[in-house]
């Protein structure tokens, strides 16, 4: 089953600290006023995908743009800060960087004024290694999107490193089987229970274009006039087996929502 365009897509998975550091001591927030809107473009992981019901959105729950108070989203935190703030949920299920430059074209129009993105990890998702989007296609997606976007302030998330999300389940009967059944995320779940050297090397073949593609997140948005990145949090968090949906083994669950939510909000700026 493709992932790219398939009913079980990517899930950002919370991940092992190597490959990714993220500094001990954080650098102070820069302040900032709080915005009129928010917009957040990317994959299942931002649609709540299987974590309300059986391979379906639930955007309620997003860590962006939800309206869950169990989630405790960015868009609830800024209401809290500003009286009408609009929020706008402009992922879509399966997507790819190729699918940045019109996402982020609807955010322009929208005129968002608080950008959030967290996509890449169903490039890495493919249905072999060698169908992972090559680097540099990820690039020309990643910065044609971003320019335009460049009027607004923009954050960006690093892919999860999803290798440690094969690590966290692996040992569970019913993922493996999930995996294999619904053949999610192949290039990395393929024989999800060998230990054979040539599975070890697919897997960290698949871990290591992540952060290839974690760098050129992390160039586009110093790019850009107004952009912070998470410095690598997502990337570098470890994963809970208790923050999976038990749907498909792969997506955050409400928990691994709010989890996400209170991560990236401590790395964004600090909102007046």
């Known amino acids: 089953m493709a992932l790219r365009r398939s009913l079980l897509p990517v899930v950002a998975a919370l991940l092992l600290p190597t490959a990714y550091a993220v500094p001990a001591g954080a650098a102070a927030r820069p302040t900032a006023p709080a915005p009129a809107s928010i ?14 019901g059986f391979l379906q959105d639930c955007p309620a729950v997003s860590w962006s743009t939800g309206t869950s108070p169990a989630v405790h989203s960015h868009a609830s935190r800024l209401a809290a800060l500003r009286h009408g703030v609009r929020a706008y949920n ?49 690039q020309r997606d990643v910065t044609a999107g971003f320019a335009k976007i460049a009027s607004s302030r923009v954050f960006v998330a690093s892919i999860p490193d999803v290798y440690a999300l094969w690590k966290a389940a692996h040992g569970v009967a019913d993922a493996r089987s ?50 912070r990145t998470d410095g690598g949090a997502v990337f570098a968090a470890g994963v809970k087996r208790s923050e999976l949906s038990t749907i498909d083994w792969f997506h955050p669950n409400p928990s691994g929502q709010a989890a996400l939510a209170a991560r990236t909000w401590a790395r964004t700026w600090s909102f007046r």
């Open 90 to 138: 402009d992922a879509a299920t399966g997507s790819t960087a190729s699918d940045l430059p019109a996402q982020a074209a609807r955010a322009h129009a929208q005129r968002a004024a608080y950008v959030e993105v967290l996509i890449g990890a169903n490039d890495a998702c493919a249905p072999s290694v060698d169908q992972m989007t090559p680097v540099a296609d990820f």
């Open 178 to 227: 999930t995996w294999s059944t619904w053949r999610l995320c192949q290039s990395l779940l393929a024989r999800p229970a060998s230990t054979a050297p040539a599975d070890e090397a697919r897997r960290k073949a698949v871990r290591a274009r992540v952060v290839a593609y974690n760098a050129v997140l992390r160039k586009a948005c110093a790019a850009l006039p107004h952009c």
């Open 39 to 52: 917009a957040v473009l990317g994959d299942s992981i931002s649609r709540g995908f299987d974590a309300c």
